[in-house]
């Protein structure tokens, strides 16, 4: 009797136990849908405002629908175009379009530059310090938005001097010994 | 010479590393001691071959051996001795050599350190780290030889006479000397800082020592022994490897504000967020095997978390070496693209691989279930979740959205500033307000009622703060809500510490320095873990008020000329000089008085160093901890006449270095060793899991 009593009363608890856990479960996997929640719905309006377009020089110079668009474009900088007014931070450059997949980064920068045919873009900035690497056959990486006077107003400048993160070979065919 | 001796080094612990692979994977399988020691000897000789190899690069460097590619595209005869010696990390061939050494470094000293006390975890954990080993030394010998000599070959085409290569090309010529220090390369400018000196080798070491822990756990997934040994054998080389990433990211910041001149120090550059993402997952593991070594939870997690660690280390290391990503921070685009993709991709399908084993089969069954809530292990959980929510936002941000949307519509979609801007702040929020809680929490179950008790003290300190800092200077509802998480966070660290030193007091009458030094020494972890969350309060601080309140202008002033630039400051230009330097670049100067409430400040000296191909613009600067007043000089007339200036007055930015300061001490505290019991007695278990494996 005893027995059965102490059964009888371990059942309950057990199931008492039970109950609390699947309980205690149900909380935490609420808690943790709603911290998903959160954090999905972070990423996804942050992606729709802060997204931008990577795409070449010759879709945005050639494409109306583009213009007004938050867009980030890559180039090759003609260095006799770049014009810097320190007094009030505008800077202006052109750069001419290079191809979306290459083998060698400097090769692709020294064709941008020399082909005439190659689409080619204004860049304007305003408030900047002249970039140390902005120079001829630098790559340049911009965002900003394209005006509907063929001038691309750019808020952000990322520069790549392949000669100078590249390794190059010495011309040595003056001095053989 | 130089060049063979190196070479020959680096393939000899090619060779060892192999050697150790095998033979600590045969002997483990075999049960044969013989195989295994040997497989020991031979990883720790991969340490002295690849001291030799980088020595011999070192000597190279500083003996101007120009014939020696790397040599001759890093220095050139201007270089001063001291970065001579810097650019043995200066571009990617060097940097992987050292990578290596370090790696080693870090392999030799687990090896030496667990072998004894952690026997059962070392045949598998040794040929984890081999195999790592060989992938990045096979790297250096066969794809980024930092050894290839140039070569003259006179019977070849005009245009194929200058060759690069490791081994004597037949019927070769050297090259003349002197014309080959005429035309080397020298050191990117952008490198020549006392940050970029050291900030590589911090980086490289938290990297490399992340895989410690990794080759641990997945011994501990192949051999059977998932106790929580493997998480006391490497807790200490898992907050080294923190300790060093953190100085990493921290150094990177300070290059970058001192450097790239723009006034700020995280600009959310893809690779910058590459090297803080092993840092997100590895301070999430390192709070989540708190729990299982306490409580016996998280088994899975933590392997989970380690194994994410190191996948994140090596996916940080692919989008730095690679070229593939658009940095000022990554290195060319290189051939070790491919091989690090695969060997990343190969590691973590193993990794994961192991651990679904292991998951399946039931052998990582937790000892006791989540309860109540506000319990310090789910809030340790909250904690994990936040890291990994923002490791996962990073991640998506940087990488997740741009290839995604390549592969999904053709054109690629880039995240800029602003994404990250609105998506961080809100989960870093949240870390701080657990930040604070968690510590108070107790094991198990804890009340709301005694929760809100132990938070009184810190909630009033950070109430009186707030009104004081509201009082001093106006703020805005995101600097206050911001300002309230992180103060509560730092308040709860000190109000703990003191109640634990004044508990000392009370007891054993000791006075308040012998209290808290004792308190220090008894409690490493978790006194050494307050003071870390008091520099990442510090860190806070600083971000907050330098992104918040910061003040940029722009000013021409003729010499001598004096304008106002806020309430406070007052910038006069004094005059110009321009130099030679014994390097060759020319050094444009302008000198310019500070003036704070109409008297002397100092006097700063920004400048601009025309290098023969880039200029460099340096920042002059007054620092306080309250702020600081930095200066650019953006442009000059020919006569140094009239100036322009970018003046940038940066609200508490050297609370993030100090913060940084008191982050290390307070890792320092939590890793010093101490106790020698626990080793004992994981040699204890290891050997009772022996003799049990034997007689089963």
């Known amino acids: 009797m005893a027995q059965l009593a102490w059964e009888k009363t371990g059942g309950a608890a057990a199931a008492g136990k039970r109950k609390r856990g699947s309980h205690a479960r149900l909380k935490f996997l609420i808690g943790g849908g709603l911290i998903l929640a959160a954090v999905l719905y972070l990423a996804l309006s942050g992606t729709m405002t802060g997204a931008r377009f990577f795409i070449s020089v010759a879709e945005v110079a050639h494409n109306p629908a583009l213009v007004g668009q938050s867009v980030r474009l890559t180039g090759a900088v003609l260095g006799e175009s770049i014009v810097y007014d320190s007094q009030t931070g505008d800077l202006r450059f052109t750069v001419a379009h290079i191809p979306d997949t290459f083998d060698d980064l400097a090769a692709a920068l020294h064709q941008a530059v020399n082909d005439p045919a190659r689409t080619r873009l204004v860049i304007q900035m305003e408030n900047q310090v002249m970039p140390d690497l902005l120079r001829h056959e630098a790559q340049a990486i911009v965002s900003g938005k394209m005006g509907s006077d063929g001038i691309f107003y750019a808020t952000e400048l990322n520069l790549k001097c392949p000669s100078r993160f590249e390794d190059g070979t010495p011309d040595l065919t003056a001095a053989q010994s | ?696």
């Open chain 2, 1 to 696: 010479m130089l060049a063979e001796l190196g070479l020959a080094a680096l393939a000899l612990s090619f060779v060892a590393a192999l050697y150790a692979l095998v033979m600590s994977v045969a002997g483990e399988r075999l049960h044969r001691e013989a195989l295994v020691i040997s497989g020991r000897n031979a990883a720790l000789a991969t340490f002295p071959l690849l001291l030799v190899a980088t020595g011999a690069l070192l000597v190279a460097l500083l003996t101007r051996d120009y014939q020696i590619a790397y040599v001759w595209s890093v220095t050139d005869p201007q270089t001063p001795d001291f970065f001579r010696f810097t650019a043995l990390w200066g571009s990617q061939r060097g940097s992987l050599l050292f990578w290596c050494l370090t790696m080693s470094l870090f392999t030799t000293g687990a090896i030496l350190l667990n072998w004894r006390s952690d026997r059962r975890l070392m045949p598998y954990s040794i040929a984890f780290m081999m195999a790592a080993l060989l992938f990045f030394v096979g790297l250096v010998l066969f794809l980024e030889n930092p050894f290839t000599r140039f070569w003259i070959l006179p019977a070849a085409p005009a245009d194929a006479q200058v060759v690069e290569t490791a081994l004597i090309p037949p019927g070769a010529v050297l090259p003349d000397a002197t014309r080959l220090a005429d035309t080397s390369q020298g050191l990117n400018p952008l490198l020549r800082h006392f940050g970029m000196i050291i900030h590589p080798p911090m980086l490289y070491l938290g990297f490399v020592g992340f895989t410690v822990p990794f080759a641990f756990a997945m011994a501990a997934l192949a051999s059977g022994d998932l106790s929580s040994n493997w998480i006391k054998a490497t807790r200490r080389w898992s907050l080294i490897a923190w300790l060093f990433l953190s100085l990493g990211l921290i150094l990177g910041g300070r290059w970058a504000y001192d450097v790239l001149g723009w006034g700020g120090y995280w600009g959310w550059d893809p690779v910058e967020n590459a090297a803080f993402l092993p840092w997100l997952v590895g301070t999430a593991f390192i709070h989540s095997v708190m729990i299982q070594q306490k409580r016996g939870m998280l088994k899975v997690w933590n392997m989970f978390l380690v194994i994410a660690t190191f996948s994140a280390v090596m996916f940080g290391t692919f989008a730095t070496r690679s070229g593939v990503i658009e940095s000022v921070h990554s290195f060319a685009r290189s051939e070790v693209g491919f091989p690090m993709l695969a060997f990343w991709g190969t590691m973590t399908l193993i990794a994961l691989a192991l651990l679904l084993w292991r998951w399946q089969r039931g052998d990582l069954q937790d000892e006791h279930h989540f309860t109540g809530l506000l319990s310090r292990e789910t809030l340790f959980v909250l904690n994990n979740i936040i890291f990994m929510a923002l490791t996962v936002v990073i991640f998506w941000g940087s990488f997740g959205a741009p290839i995604l949307s390549e592969l999904f519509t053709g054109t690629e979609i880039t995240l800029g500033v602003d994404y990250f801007m609105q998506v961080t702040p809100p989960l870093f929020l949240a870390m701080y307000v657990l930040m604070g809680i968690a510590p108070l929490s107790a094991w198990s179950a804890t009340s709301v009622a005694r929760l809100g008790r132990a938070l009184f003290v810190p909630a009033l300190l950070t109430g009186a703060a707030l009104l004081l800092i509201g009082l001093s200077s106006p703020l805005t509802l995101v600097a206050l809500i911001g300002y309230g998480a992180v103060l509560l966070a730092g308040f709860v660290a000190m109000v703990e510490t003191v109640r634990g030193a004044a508990a000392r007091r009370a007891t054993r009458r000791e006075s308040w320095p012998r209290a808290l030094a004792a308190l220090f020494g008894r409690n490493q972890r978790r006194y050494g873990g307050y003071l870390v969350h008091l520099g990442i309060t510090v860190i806070g601080i600083g971000v907050i008020g330098s992104t918040v309140f910061q003040l940029e202008t722009r000013r021409t002033l003729a010499q001598g000329e004096t304008t106002r630039i806020d309430a406070e400051y007052e910038l006069r230009y004094d005059g110009f000089e321009r130099g030679l330097a014994a390097d060759g670049r020319t050094i444009n100067t302008a000198t310019v008085t500070v003036f704070r409430d109409g008297a002397v400040v100092t006097q700063l000296r920004p400048r601009i160093d025309d290098y023969p191909d880039m200029p460099m613009t340096i920042a002059g600067a007054h620092s306080t901890l309250e702020k600081d007043f930095y200066v650019l000089l953006t442009g000059v007339d020919t006569a140094g006449a009239v100036a322009t200036f970018k003046v940038y007055i940066n609200p508490l930015v050297n609370l993030v270095w100090w913060g940084g300061l008191i982050l290390i001490l307070g890792t320092l505290i939590a890793t010093w060793p101490r106790e020698s019991a626990p080793e004992r007695a994981r040699v204890t278990q290891t050997l009772r899991g022996r003799r049990l494996e034997a007689a089963g």
